[in-house]
């Protein structure tokens, strides 16, 4: 006799009855079913940032015995997002936006093209790739300077759905940091013009101009006396069904520690894991 109100997270998921309309439903969508009858006075509401599924459910169920299905039959209200949202709108449909932030990737196809076998074999990286990694050493010195040090940061590279080229794509990123590291250790305590005469540092510094990074208001002369706190906290995680790598930011941020990582992966990264931080994504991939 109790009045209740059923709030469904991510209903476009399991919720929705995937088996044919004369079969049995799916049992989480059969479980909501049957609680929903156990009331006299019963509200089910759904919330969703992909609604499509939920709009082609049957309206008029055959399998009546456990009560209408889980059809949006009364209101769909969209939501406006918040002032901070960072999305699809901003990075793809606003010019100016999209001129800041999305950078168009050219030379992948010689080295791992958009079709490739599982066992494809990398002998080096794409220079854009190289060019985000480096992009990514600079964003985290720059969130240093902030004061931000204890907050996680995240890369996202996601260029193949094989564990085999994952693997290798990770294995020649964790190699290119320990370059990046050594050069940074080496020389950028020393002298501007003879830190600028290494060829690694050279290109960090040719990427903070290239991206316009004075804009954040941290001098070159300022990010350099803290690339090697930067580059030295950041280590890399393949990420997929068979790897042992994991993202445990909760770990970091219970010792007030930032977790900094490039994550490596493929159909792991595309299907809903969320990325503490993520600061930059490289993606290489086609679409079905």
């Known amino acids: 006799d109790i ?17 044919k309309p004369e079969l049995d439903p799916t049992t989480t969508n059969r479980l909501i079913r049957q609680m929903l009858g156990l009331f006299r006075k019963s509200c089910y509401v759904g919330y969703t940032a992909t609604p499509f599924a939920n709009i082609f459910i049957n309206p008029d169920p055959e399998n009546t015995a456990i009560g209408q299905d889980l059809f949006p039959r009364h209101f769909i209200h969209c939501l406006d997002a918040p002032s901070n949202y960072f999305g699809a709108d901003r990075l793809f449909l606003d010019k100016e936006t999209t001129r800041k932030h999305v950078r168009a990737i050219k030379d992948c196809e010689d080295i791992l093209p958009l079709r490739h076998r599982k066992d494809h074999e990398l002998d080096e990286l794409p220079e854009s790739l190289r060019h985000a990694v480096r992009s990514f050493v600079l964003a985290r010195a720059i969130r240093n300077v902030r004061n931000q040090t204890s907050k996680h940061c995240s890369m996202l590279v996601n260029v193949s759905r094989f564990v ?14 320990e370059t990046l590291r050594n050069a940074i250790f080496a020389n950028s305590a020393l002298p501007m013009p003879a830190a600028m005469k290494n060829a690694h540092m050279a290109l960090l510094k040719a990427t903070y101009d290239e991206e316009g990074l004075a804009d954040s208001g941290v001098a070159w002369e300022t990010l350099l006396g803290l690339l090697s706190d930067a580059a030295g906290s950041i280590g890399t995680a393949v990420i997929n069904g068979d790897s042992a790598d994991g993202l445990n930011y909760a770990e970091f941020a219970d010792r007030n520690e930032a977790l900094n990582v490039i994550a490596v992966g493929g159909l792991s990264l595309s299907r809903g894991l969320t990325l503490e931080g993520l600061t930059i994504s490289y993606m290489y991939r086609n679409t079905k």
């Open 164 to 177: 085999l080229v994952q693997q290798e794509v990770g294995r020649l990123i964790t190699e290119y940091l």
């Open 3 to 19: 009045p209740m109100l059923f709030i469904d997270d991510e209903a476009d998921n399991a919720s929705v009855n995937t088996n």
